[in-house]
Each structure stands twice: as structure tokens, then as C-alpha cells.
T-cell receptor, first 111, second 113 residues
């Protein structure tokens, strides 16, 4: 599986958009990009995933560059409850797959 | 609530002991994966079970073993515990039909003294 690179931490003002970048320059054509977040001492929570097209759901938007070597997770209106570690993962969308988690980005949402 | 249940929530053991952790997957899911998360690090993949067989394994020694039951629930066993095995152990379930998303439980916090 491709490895990912994320900044270790980011700050965001409450109510503003949080844009979390991820680099996955060695991604293969059949590997999906997934985003999870983990609030302190809880299990990771699924946010969104995509292959090549931009995706949006009730939690966030995922923007994948045309060459698929990087992506951005967008939380449109960050709240204090969005403070968490955000993990970007790439994984082959096939059977018996596994996730490789990096160190993630600690997002601090401030009042 | 992801619907994945893990027990116990906390556990304290001493070096050399053995431990069994349990996981009940989300309803409708048939695949269970286990992860180890040391303090301050991302989760590390241990292994994955489907149809009661280990299908994939990460870089963990044979002291780590598992089992999946016909009802899809799973156990993680760790023998000869070391201090370094202290971690949060996470279970994730998924479906081979809807095979893209893994849902995680809250984890079992294991402390080895």
C-alpha cells in the first residue's frame, strides 16, 4: 500500500473551514484514499473515501488532485468537537485489505 | 456508535501472562481486523479474519494469534506478554460485499506491568 504524508498538527478557528492536506505520491491506480479521525482514546471514525473523483458527504468533502498524488479533506464549518487526529490512508479496494495508518494530523479547533 | 463491540474496556496484566480480547462486529459484517495502537502513534495492523481464517497479517510475532467464530465474532490472544504490548487494541469490522469501509470499536486498553 502507498504511504502517506501529513502535517503533524494544524490549527483552525471555530466556524471556519479546515483544510487538511495529504500527500500520497506513490499511490497506484486501484488504490482508494480514505480519511478517518480519532478523538482522544476512542476508536477511529470513518469520514469519507474516494478513488479519483471529488466526494462530499454530511461530514466533509474530499478533493483529490487529477494526478491523484495528493488530496485535501475539507471540514466546511469546524466546531470544537472536530478537534481530533485525522488520518489519511490509501488502500487497495479489494478483498482482505488492510489499512496502513500514518501518524496523522492533530487538528486543533480554537474558539 | 459504529456498532462494533469490544470487551473488556480495560485490562491489567503482568509480564509473561496471556490475554484474550473479544470483538463483536457490526451487524451484517463478516470480516474482522485487529490493530494495535501504542500511545501517540497511529494504529498498526495485526491481522484480519474472514470465514474463520486468517487472511492477512501484519508484522507481529506469533505470540499474537486470533480466532473467528461462526457468528463472525473474533478473539485476539497474546501470549507471554511483554511490557511493550501495552497499548490500545482496536477491532474493526467490514463486509466483503460492501468492502471498502472499516468500522472501529472503542478498543481495549491493555496495560502490562
Amino acid at each position: 500500500d502507498a504511504k502517506t504524508t501529513q502535517p503533524p498538527s494544524m490549527d483552525c478557528a471555530e466556524g471556519r473551514a479546515a483544510n487538511l492536506p495529504c500527500n500520497h505520491s506513490t499511490i497506484s491506480g486501484n488504490e482508494y484514499v480514505y480519511w478517518y479521525r480519532q478523538i482522544h482514546s476512542q476508536g477511529p471514525q470513518y469520514i469519507i473515501h474516494g478513488l479519483k473523483n471529488n466526494e462530499t458527504n454530511e461530514m466533509a468533502s474530499l478533493i483529490i488532485t487529477e494526478d491523484r498524488k495528493s488530496s485535501t479533506l475539507i471540514l466546511p464549518h469546524a466546531t470544537l468537537r472536530d478537534t481530533a487526529v485525522y488520518y489519511c490512508i490509501v488502500r487497495i479496494g479489494a478483498n482482505f485489505n488492510k489499512f496502513y495508518f500514518g501518524s496523522g494530523t492533530k487538528l486543533n479547533v480554537k474558539p | 456508535d459504529a456498532g462494533v463491540t469490544q470487551s473488556p474496556t480495560h485490562l491489567i496484566k503482568t509480564r509473561g501472562q496471556q490475554v484474550t480480547l473479544r470483538c463483536s462486529p457490526k451487524s451484517g459484517h463478516d470480516t474482522v481486523s485487529w490493530y494495535q495502537q501504542a500511545l501517540g502513534q497511529g494504529p498498526q495492523f495485526i491481522f484480519q479474519y474472514y470465514e474463520e481464517e486468517e487472511r492477512q497479517r501484519g508484522n507481529f510475532p506469533d505470540r499474537f494469534s486470533g480466532h473467528q467464530f461462526p457468528n463472525y465474532s473474533s478473539e485476539l490472544n497474546v501470549n507471554a506478554l511483554l511490557l511493550g504490548d501495552s497499548a490500545l487494541y482496536l477491532c474493526a469490522s467490514s463486509s466483503q460485499i460492501a468492502k471498502n469501509i472499516q468500522y472501529f470499536g472503542a478498543g481495549t486498553r491493555l496495560s502490562v506491568l
